[in-house]
């Protein structure tokens, strides 16, 4: 197991492990849309734009997940001084920030048939839309210094001091949307979901992460190489293709 | 060299905060941009709004905090930058002091010469975008709870962008995020006064925010800082 934290080990098991990511999220996207897109009946309220969902409910989730999981790589980054985990850390940011964007366009376009309109001040939408900005702050942070060393461990710091703030920004702005004013655009009802819905919700979900697992991989990938360009392993690597 | 007895945490915590607030006075300019800030961005409203006194009335919360908010953000290079360019930092992080308390002490410091003054002419400001006198507490008071945590958690990004080129944009992106819980529950409050509701969650919150951001924002700070200059 530990063997797969010496850089050269672990690129060349990522190098193995990434194909297979790909077909089985090729496989699991083919999949879920198939569901989402032909089997899944329209809903009796939202129609057709209920389909909508199974891209936006699962890359809100990611984009919290690939949140956490960051925060989780810097604290080891930091505590235990391990270089793959900072590596984790500047592969997690651009995903993590597109999920959110994803989330957000896709709750939009979601939002003008069903509410009216392209954005309301919804407590989510906001909490989302700030989580964006942290996301882009710490891909900011880490571009402006050249050193990686010190730019890992500067967006360590700044992705645990966000994972402290993100509860307290999702509760404020929940309780400022209460406290401004009742609630305006009432969700709609939730019913159980019916499993000819939540079948391709699941297998969505199970699409992005692995389809998340794999790009991670990747840009951790030429992310070591750029970092351990003076090693003779790389030179190796890159002799080799 | 001389073997002189370190001074003991209390000593060096009022010695910088004393050297902090000597210096910052000896270049008084430093001290009133932040503040003139304020005033020119409060004034700018009414003049993009319309000089309706209902209107103004309804905005004034909102925007005497952004306005706070964003001058608060512009004195935060001042924080560390002087320091790490003449090496008073590098004495400071060998200092044998734990680095927590001394950030937090300039931090203090850094305070008292931009929140504190902000909260004293904020009622000012409020005469002018024509918030009601019965709002002029809340609005005192909320600053005075919310001010301070901008100056800890924007010592975060302060610590963090040291030294960086674009340190001032870049500290506004890490930091303005990071604020918004304070500008929520500051201005709900001010508006809540003004309004006649019942502000003390508002209050009690942006407290729970001050405990929060002192017992956790100068250790992020501090190790920040080691960072910045490993």
């Known amino acids: ?241 | 060299m001389t073997d002189a007895p370190s001074p003991s945490l209390p000593a060096a915590v009022l010695c910088l905060i004393r050297r902090d607030l000597t210096v910052a006075l000896r270049r008084s300019a430093d001290v009133l941009t932040p503040l003139i800030f304020f005033a020119i961005v409060t004034s700018l409203f009414p003049l993009a709004v319309g000089p309706e006194p209902a209107l103004l009335r309804a905005l004034a919360p909102g925007v005497l905090w952004v306005a706070a908010l964003l001058a608060a953000m512009l004195s935060l290079n001042r924080l560390f930058s002087n320091d790490h360019a003449d090496g008073t930092l590098e004495q400071l992080l060998l200092a044998p002091h734990p680095l927590t308390v001394l950030v937090l002490a300039k931090t203090l410091a850094h305070w008292l010469l931009t929140g504190l003054p902000l909260v004293l002419i904020s009622p000012l400001l409020a005469l002018q975008l024509q918030l009601p006198t019965a709002a002029m507490g809340a609005l005192a008071l909320s600053l005075l709870l919310g001010t301070p945590v901008l100056s800890l958690v924007g010592g975060i990004g302060a610590a963090l962008t040291l030294g960086l080129r674009g340190g001032g944009v870049l500290v506004s992106l890490l930091v303005l995020p990071l604020y918004t819980p304070v500008l929520i529950f500051g201005a709900g409050a001010v508006s809540g006064a003004v309004t006649g509701l019942d502000t003390e969650a508002h209050f009690s919150l942006l407290g729970a925010f001050l405990v929060l951001a002192l017992s956790f924002a100068p250790w992020a700070a501090a190790s920040a800082l080691r960072v910045s200059l490993d």
Not at chain 1, 191 to 216: D, E, G, Q, W
């Open chain 1, 1 to 241: 197991m530990f063997k797969y934290a010496a850089p050269k080990n672990f690129y060349d098991l990522a190098g193995r492990l990434t194909p297979w990511g790909a077909a089985l999220t090729a496989a699991l996207l083919l999949a879920g849309l198939y569901l989402g897109l032909f089997v899944a009946p329209p809903d009796y309220q939202q129609g057709e734009s209920v389909r909508i969902m199974f891209v936006h409910v699962p890359s809100a989730w990611m984009s919290m997940f690939v949140y956490v999981l960051m925060a989780g790589a810097g604290a080891v980054a930091l505590i235990w001084n391990i270089k793959l985990a900072e590596v984790l850390v500047r592969a997690c940011a651009p995903i993590g920030a597109s999920f959110t964007l994803l989330a957000l366009v896709t709750g939009s376009l979601w939002g003008k048939p069903m509410w009216g309109a392209w954005w309301v001040w919804d407590a989510r939408l906001t909490s989302e839309l700030i989580l964006l900005f942290l996301y882009i702050g710490i891909m900011a942070l880490q571009a402006s210094i050249d050193d990686p060393r010190r730019a890992a461990r500067a967006a360590a710091i700044l992705v645990l001091v966000g994972v402290v703030n993100i509860p307290v920004i999702h509760f404020s702005v929940e309780w400022w949307n209460t406290l401004h004013q009742p609630a305006s655009v009432s969700r709609i009802g939730r019913p159980a979901i019916h499993p000819s819905i939540l079948a391709p919700l699941l297998v969505m979900t199970a699409a992005f992460k692995v389809y998340f697992l794999t790009v991670v991989l990747m840009r951790m990938r030429t992310e070591l190489l750029e970092r351990e360009k003076h090693t003779a392993w790389v030179e190796e690597e890159v002799g080799r293709t």
